[in-house]
């Protein structure tokens, strides 16, 4: 009886370690999933926390890449308006000057003295192409700027001429009679070049590509 309680006993000490061993085995399986489980939730919280880390700073790029591209476009049709309101002011300018220097014309061709009033308002044109010629160097384009520069130097360079050829009629084969004769030529040449910057300050207006510096 001893033996066989000591056999039992050895043999239930023996299913005992083995069912220990097979559970430790089991546990540690267990153990061995739930820390896989465990470990793919944490790594898969963390990839999912750095996908949507990722996707927000894509997102804060692309509208700060917006907000850039509609400042930078604001900031063009700005510039694009003011450039076509200064274009028009110089345009104006020259056309308000030209119409008083016609005006003049036929009174400086005869010898006649001009008025105050007239004077005055020659003087304030005269002014104005000058301001609006320089108000151009603040909003371009270079060559449109170089334009009229050469524009409003060849303007008052016809009305020297215009000056000069005072009391032409009287003398139609003298030098003063050559001078109106060039104060022609020069105002069809300054009608030439103005038509010539308004094609150009037109194209400015309508190129989208024109740069704003």
Not at 30 to 43: P, Y
Request: hydrophobic share 45%; aromatic share 6%.
């Amino acid at each position: 009886m001893v033996q066989s309680n000591t056999s039992f006993d050895r043999l239930t000490w023996n299913l005992g370690a083995n069912r220990c061993a097979r559970g430790g085995e089991s546990m540690d399986a267990w153990v061995t999933l739930l820390g896989s489980g465990v470990s793919a939730a944490v790594a898969g919280g963390a990839l999912s926390f750095l996908g949507a880390a990722r996707g927000g700073a894509k997102a804060v790029e692309a509208a700060r890449t917006q907000v850039t591209g509609n400042a930078a476009a604001e900031h063009f049709q700005w510039v694009r308006g003011q450039r076509q309101q200064h274009y028009a002011k110089l345009v104006e300018a020259h056309i308000a000057l030209e119409s008083s220097l016609t005006k003049a014309a036929p009174l400086i061709r005869v010898g006649e003295d001009l008025s105050v009033e007239m004077r005055e308002e020659l003087a304030e044109r005269f002014l104005a192409v000058e301001a609006t010629t320089s108000q151009l160097a603040l909003w371009g384009t270079a060559e449109v700027m170089q334009q009229a520069q050469v524009l409003a130097e060849r303007t008052i360079r016809a009305a020297e001429l215009l000056m000069a050829a005072q009391g032409a009629a009287s003398d139609p084969s003298g030098e003063v009679a050559q001078r109106w004769e060039q104060w022609i030529r020069a105002k069809d040449e300054v009608s030439l070049l103005k038509a010539r910057f308004l094609d150009r300050a037109g194209a400015v207006i309508r190129d989208p590509n024109q740069p704003v510096n």
